[in-house]
T-cell receptor, first 112, second 114 residues
Framework: SQQGEEDPQALSIQEGENATMNCSYKTSINNLQWYRQNSGRGLVHLIL?????REKHSGRLRVTLDTSKKSSSLLITASRAADTASYFC????????????FGKGMKLTVNP | NAGVMQNPRHLVRRRGQEARLRCSPM?????VYWYRQLPEEGLKFMVY????????ESGMPKERFSAEFPKEGPSILRIQQVVRGDSAAYFCASSPGRGNQPQHFGDGTRLSIL
């Protein structure tokens, strides 16, 4: 299976703290993507990191990619209550349809 | 700039009925993906379409499920003779093309089977 897995599966922190989520995948990739899903809503694309990139920043988000370990991490700095959501990593299959293969997700709760 | 629009947001059907889920991609996007999400799970790919063509339906159950993306109008995911196990959230995503392009998701249709 190509399915990625997020770790930990649930994380509860206080506002202002940093949150780190890890993702492992099984096959070679062209890119890895992180999405956020608020309860009852669709997925919102956060950041895409290409296989030749090691780190990428977007606002309070920092993503790293280690292709030798087939892993990625998402760091959210200075978390806010509004960051409470489920977070998914996903990699598109190479060639063909580039359908996204998702992990089960990680539920982040930021307490005010 | 309207995002991906899905309707209805909630759909209730009795066993044996048909369910039709609609998806209008973002303007300028010609690639549509359908995914299914069970509670507390990630999304699972079902089918990938471009205008008038099914490109990859490897995630679609062989029976009762069909999808289309006509030249005019939204993409439709159709489930015939629904069963309890079809209860899930169905998401549509669109992208402008392939090659390191993120997919943009709608808010989904939550299908409940009585």
């Amino acid at each position: 299976s190509q399915q990625g897995e997020e770790d930990p599966q649930a994380l509860s922190i206080q506002e202002g703290e940093n949150a780190t989520m890890n993702c492992s995948y099984k096959t070679s990739i062209n890119n890895l993507q992180w999405y956020r899903q608020n309860s009852g809503r669709g997925l919102v694309h956060l950041i895409l990191i290409r296989s030749n990139e090691r780190e990428k920043h977007s606002g309070r988000l920092r993503v790293t990619l280690d292709t030798s370990k087939k892993s990625s991490s998402l760091l959210i700095t200075a978390s806010r209550a509004a960051d409470t959501a489920s977070y998914f990593c996903a990699n598109p299959t190479q060639g063909g349809s580039e359908k996204l293969v998702f992990g089960k997700g990680m539920k982040l709760t930021v307490n005010p | 700039n309207a995002g991906v629009m899905q309707n209805p947001r909630h759909l209730v059907r009795r066993r044996g009925q048909e369910a039709r889920l609609r998806c209008s991609p973002m303007k300028g996007h010609s690639h549509v993906y359908w995914y299914r999400q069970l509670p507390e799970e990630g999304l699972k790919f079902m089918v990938y379409l471009q205008k008038e063509n099914i490109i990859d339906e490897s995630g679609m159950p062989k029976e009762r499920f069909s999808a289309e993306f006509p030249k005019e109008g939204p993409s439709i995911l159709r489930i015939q003779q629904v069963v309890r196990g079809d209860s899930a959230a169905y998401f549509c995503a669109s992208s402008p093309g392939r090659g390191n392009q993120p997919q943009h998701f709608g808010d989904g249709t939550r299908l409940s089977i009585l």
